[in-house]
């Protein structure tokens, strides 16, 4: 369960950094 909120963090951060550099109209993402 820890290991799996772990890697929602990173992919999260991961989303953040790729949205910037996308529009910002990318604001749905499958994580939220």
């Known amino acids: 369960m820890k290991r ?3 890697l929602r963090i ?4 991961e989303w ?3 949205r ?3 529009d910002p109209s ?3 993402s ?3």
């Open 16 to 18: 953040e950094r790729k």
């Open 26 to 28: 990318s604001l749905a």
């Open 30 to 32: 499958p994580f939220f």
């Open 4 to 6: 799996g909120y772990k």
């Open 10 to 13: 990173l992919s999260a951060d």
């Open 20 to 22: 910037e550099r996308r």
